[in-house]
């Protein structure tokens, strides 16, 4: 093997500090070392250039470059030395730079470090292997996993963009928290007439299939080749025949039923369409109020439905879909209140959440947009909003910021005002988080142009006094407590990760923090990406965000899976696991340990043995590192290579 | 010359994190000694602990392995397998004769800079306090222990 | 009727069933006894127990995965069975397992201690607590307890932990709780003399790998890379620190997985006490993670798992 080894100067970065001349000389003496320079800029176009013309010259087999990080650079010398002819792995890098120079001014340890890093590098090479990619086919088919307002928008950009979508929903209608909402902040323009008509699209568009009342079962495969396995609850009714009339609603005796739609607010009945523009429009049973299905009683809906749609019998269903990316649109739960107990919150009926007063506010709520207490009815005169409940409160384990909760308040206190102009809002807040366009401006119209009286403090406790609510908390700007007779009391809860979420990320193979939320690949550079190939992320499931943040990584994710479907071909990654048959003994333990289920059993010749699926192997290495006899390597990071580098470290 | 007190320090670094924390140290110019050698592996679920103990028993002074926080793994799961792993070899080293010290594992990412030139010159110290590795002796031949066995 | 007579009718009345049993036999002298493959009625007369059943013989069972065996086996064997299965090497419905109370082990490097070469050794008798031997005509005895091995002086399943057949009454177990005191004892020693006592063993070794060899749960067969040398993990030069890097590899790849049966020990031509790293890991596994390999044999192998929050696990700070 004839190796050449390139020592960059990086201008004074490395030079100033490692003699590069010297551990030029020095390179020369290592085994297979056929040629040995340094050099001004490695990754400059003629220092490009000189590592392609040594190559022809002294016809090498495989370059070193020692410069700066591989993170760096490793990408472009690959491309040097592939111009040259040669196999891009056919390359090491040695960090004298990062690694060496820059962290310390010994120049003779430094060229000595310099010169053993390089020795490292060139005994690596010495047992590199060229390497291949795979191409396989891509199924141009994505899946969107949550019909919120993210979902939605990644949806209709991806069928916009050509692509067939799959877009799946826990409920029975899309639409998500936003539906849910009265006005939005900080144009306070009616939300429903924002996102109707974007559902509706959703509805007719050709390119979209929407799985409502659907969960995901189990996913398979790899990017380009997902198998996913869907499971839609028993909806009690035949949508292929349900019109959503709506006549079953209103012949249904059952009407206590719990109403997830309005959060509670409110009871709806055992049969029932969730708001009037929901996607699908159609009927769904809930079975814990049903009487037929409970008591085996009733049936009326069955009798009177025009289409003879409803079926008692309806179970739930098991299908498949294939896709080639998935993009995960989850969205967020709302904090549980009721764990804080000083609050009375789950207890007092006049301490709602914020998303529960959106829906005494939306004219299409249980109260037909008047805002009235759900204990008496009354309308409430002093409203206090309390900020950041189940939001940076490490006691309750959310230490993070939800982001958008102070920016709804003000915008519910503005609305508080429109509709009961006589009265009082009171807001308790730690800090004024408002960093949007517009934002700070909106906040300072709630204060100034709507007079609510902003408290710095956070509440101590809220308990009933007759029919008020006595609110008792500090001012920490005055430096004293404060109490206040309130007739409603909203909790701005926090968001959390989607109920499930975990369970899904490991459906799908990919992180999540502690909290639940998904963890992006990089927080700057990849936000829409995750560490599964093919597998991206839109909206609150990522991080707690407002509707224009969720919109736009709607599309973002959306622009990601076009730009993966603009090929008609995918190649892997060839640093992955391959399995040695032979040594092979079929324990299992690799499959056992792989995070990415890419290696199966295979029988070969009536023996168990592990293979490799190629496309799903992402190059950890856990099952190298894992097997005993060391059968299946991680091609580029083998056993012997990093063996070598160690042995090139300590023995020399 | 300088330099001569140097000791054999190897490290194995998981590219996702500690290696990118490496490499922010040096962006920084946070000083560091030179007697780290850094070995770069994909995951530090690739770490096999026989690693360690190749590089101990090959001439290593002292051996520092460092991966992405637990839950930070690029690979989801690897740092986890290796928490275990590398847990259960360096409570193996005080049987094996050799002082725990000399190997540590710990986590830095990719933003760790000054976390990083903190670990390495605590570690460095460490391996200095311990000093180099004792070696075993040239065996004589085993021919003759076996004669003498009488086994 | 004797627990021997019991587990001979047992095998006998099972071996038509399947391909071959295995158990022990007088060996080449009355002090070696040697593993016995019975496939015919008649092999199964030769049978003994007793306490110079020294071998484990699940040992066999990974290379007879496809076949119908039967094994016999001490309470310490049958921890390799339930390993083997756990770990897919065998499959447990192939295997059928004959266990009997096992009083113990001799450990015959303890018995030369006592007893002075027994190279020529003419008969071997235990008598109640006594083992008696004829060597060069002359009568020589010590008590059982002073030659047991040490496992046996620690044990506590002398009964097999997985078995289909039982012969006899279970026994009572010498021990309840194992307190790895000689591993204890051995990190209380400075640390140069640790080093110093694998220095001095060390350089005995004559790496002739029996102590894998013997080893039940040692899986990597005809690919160790001892020989293989690939990956090349040790080199073939004669230096003390390839065969201490032997043994660490040997120790770690049974690391969570060494059901402590002592073989590796017992098979040292030259007395190294190896079975110490394992007793050092088996005690840390303990102690890490509540595990020891064999005992349940649905428990999950420690180092094949994890938990996000390790209990026992204590990071430390910088």
């Known amino acids: 093997m004839k190796i050449g080894v390139f020592i960059c100067h990086c201008g004074s970065n490395i030079a100033g500090t490692v003699d590069t001349a010297q551990v030029a000389r020095t390179a020369l003496e290592f085994p297979d070392v056929a040629f040995a320079t340094d050099t001004m800029y490695a990754c400059s176009e003629p220092g490009q250039e000189a590592i392609v013309q040594a190559i022809k010259d002294h016809g090498l087999d495989g370059v070193v470059v020692s410069s700066c990080t591989p993170l760096m650079h490793e990408p472009t010398f690959r491309r040097t030395v592939e111009r040259a002819g040669l196999n891009r792995f056919m390359f090491e890098m040695a960090n004298i730079r990062e690694h060496v120079s820059w962290i310390g001014k010994d120049t003779e340890a430094n060229t000595r470090k310099a010169a053993e890093l390089t020795r490292m590098a060139v005994e690596k090479l010495r047992r590199n292997m060229p390497l291949f990619a795979k191409q396989f086919e891509v199924n141009k088919r994505v899946l969107v996993v949550g019909g919120g307002v993210a979902g939605i928008q990644a949806a209709l950009d991806c069928a916009d963009g050509g692509r067939e979508v799959v877009l799946v929903e826990r409920e029975s209608t899309i639409g998500g928290k936003m539906a849910k909402l009265d006005k939005t902040f900080p144009t306070v323009d009616c ?462 | 010359m300088s330099g001569v007190n140097e000791l054999r320090i190897v490290g194995f670094l998981c590219n996702w994190c500690s290696y990118g924390g490496a490499d922010a140290a040096g962006v920084g110019r946070l000083a560091q000694p030179t007697d780290l050698r850094i070995i770069r592996m994909p995951c530090s679920g690739r770490i096999n602990p026989l690693f360690v103990a190749r590089t101990l028993l090959s001439g290593a002074d002292g051996v520092l392995v460092s991966g992405c926080h637990p839950r930070d793994c690029h690979y989801a799961e690897g740092n986890f397998y290796a928490r275990r792993r590398l847990e259960v070899f360096k409570r193996l080293l005080p049987t094996l004769g050799i002082d725990p010290g000399r190997f540590e594992y710990t986590w830095v990412s990719a933003s760790e800079g000054q976390r990083w030139q903190t670990v390495v010159t605590t570690f460095t110290e460490q391996i200095h306090r311990l000093g180099p590795m004792p070696r075993f002796s040239p065996g004589e031949a085993c021919v003759a222990v076996l004669a003498e066995s009488g086994g | 009727m004797n627990v021997l007579s019991q587990l001979k009718e047992q095998i006998a009345a099972t071996l038509p069933n399947l391909d071959l049993v295995i158990g022990w036999e007088r060996g080449f002298d009355p002090l070696h006894h040697t593993p016995l493959f019975m496939r015919r009625p008649e092999d199964v007369e030769r049978l003994v127990i007793d306490a110079l059943c020294v071998h484990n013989l699940a040992v066999y069972l990974p290379g007879l995965k496809n076949k119908k065996v039967g094994v016999a086996v001490k309470g310490c064997d049958s921890r390799a069975v339930n390993q083997l299965a756990r770990e897919g090497l065998i499959k447990r419905e192939n295997v059928v397992v004959f266990g009997f109370p096992c009083d113990g082990a001799a450990d015959l490097t303890k018995v030369r201690r006592q007893l002075g070469d027994i190279s020529g050794v003419q008969s071997a008798a235990l008598e109640g607590d006594l083992l008696r031997v004829v060597v060069d005509g002359k009568e020589r005895e010590t008590p059982l307890k002073d030659v047991l091995a040490d496992k046996c002086l620690r044990c506590r399943y002398p009964n097999a932990l997985t078995h289909d057949h039982f012969a006899g009454e279970p026994r009572e177990a010498r021990v309840q709780t194992d307190d790895y005191k000689d591993v204890v004892d051995f990190e209380a020693l400075p640390l140069e003399a640790r080093f110093a006592h694998w220095q001095q063993e060390m350089q005995r070794c004559i790496r002739c790998y029996a102590c894998r060899n013997a080893c039940p749960m040692c899986v990597c067969r005809d690919h160790c890379v001892a020989q293989s040398r690939d990956p090349h993990w040790v080199t073939q030069e004669d230096e003390t620190r390839e065969k201490w890097m032997f043994q660490i590899i040997h120790a770690m790849h049974l690391a969570g997985r060494c059901v402590e049966c002592g073989e590796c020990q017992r098979a040292c031509p030259v007395d190294i006490p190896i079975l110490a790293l394992k007793r050092k890991l088996n005690k840390e596994i303990r102690e890490l993670f509540d595990f020891e390999a064999g005992v349940d044999p649905q428990a999950v192998p420690p180092l094949l798992s994890f938990q996000v929050e390790e209990k026992n696990i204590n990071e430390r700070g910088w």
């Open chain 1, 191 to 652: 939300s429903s007439c924002v996102l109707g008509p974007k559902m509706v699209d959703v509805a007719q568009h050709p390119k979209i299939t929407v799985h409502a009342l659907s969960e995901i079962e189990d996913v398979k495969g790899f990017v380009g080749n997902f198998e996913i396995a869907i499971r839609r609850k028993a909806a009690y009714v035949d949508w292929a025949k349900c019109t959503g009339c709506g006549l079953c609603m209103e012949k249904c005796p059952s009407r206590k039923s719990l109403d997830r739609f309005n959060e509670g607010v409110g009871t709806t009945t055992a049969i029932n369409i969730p708001f009037p523009q929901a996607i699908p429009k159609k009927a769904v049973i809930d079975p814990a109020f049903c009487l037929k299905l409970t008591k085996d009683k009733c049936g009326v809906c069955a009798k009177i439905c025009p289409t003879q749609a409803i079926d008692f019998k309806q179970q739930e269903a098991l299908f498949t879909e294939q896709v080639g990316a998935v993009i995960a649109a989850t969205g967020y739960d709302l904090f549980d209140i009721s764990k804080y107990g000083e609050y009375g919150a789950g207890k007092l009926p006049d301490v709602i959440t914020g998303l529960q007063y959106e829906r005494l506010l939306s004219a299409s709520g249980p109260t037909g947009g008047h805002v009235q207490r759900p204990s008496d009815g009354r309308e409430p005169k002093t409203v206090v909003f309390v900020q950041c409940v189940g939001s940076r409160d490490k006691s309750v384990d959310r230490p993070y910021c939800s982001g958008f909760c102070c920016m709804y308040t003000a915008k519910q206190v503005i609305l508080t005002r429109d509709h009961i102009p006589d009265s009082t809002s009171y807001v308790f807040y730690m800090d004024i988080r408002a960093p949007g366009k517009m934002y700070d401006e909106f906040t300072r119209r709630a204060m100034e142009e709507y007079g609510a009286r902003y408290v710095r403090g956070r509440v101590a406790m809220i308990y009933p006094k007759g029919d008020k609510y006595v609110v008792r908390g500090a001012d920490t700007l005055m430096g004293t407590q404060v109490e206040v007779e309130a007739d409603l009391v909203v909790l701005a809860a926090g968001a959390e990760a989607s109920q499930g979420a975990g369970k899904l990320a490991e459906k799908l193979r990919i992180s999540y923090d502690k909290y639940g939320f998904f963890l992006e690949s990089h927080p700057k550079l990849r936000p829409v990406e995750t560490n599964t190939a093919g597998v991206y992320l839109a909206g609150s499931c990522q991080g707690p965000k407002d509707i224009p943040a969720s919109v736009a990584q709607g599309s973002a994710a959306a622009a990601k899976v076009l730009a993966l479907f603009s090929k008609d071909k995918l190649e892997n990654d060839p640093m992955i696991a391959a399995v040695d048959i032979r040594r092979c003994v079929g324990c299992g333990k690799c499959i056992q340990v792989c995070p990415f289920k890419a290696i199966k059993e295979v029988d070969f010749r009536g023996e168990p043995k592990a293979e490799v699926i190629e496309t799903v192997c992402q190059g950890c290495g856990l099952c190298t590192a894992t097997c005993p006899q060391g059968a299946i390597q991680l091609a580029h990071f083998t056993d012997n290579q990093i063996l070598a580098e160690v042995n090139a470290l300590c023995l020399a």
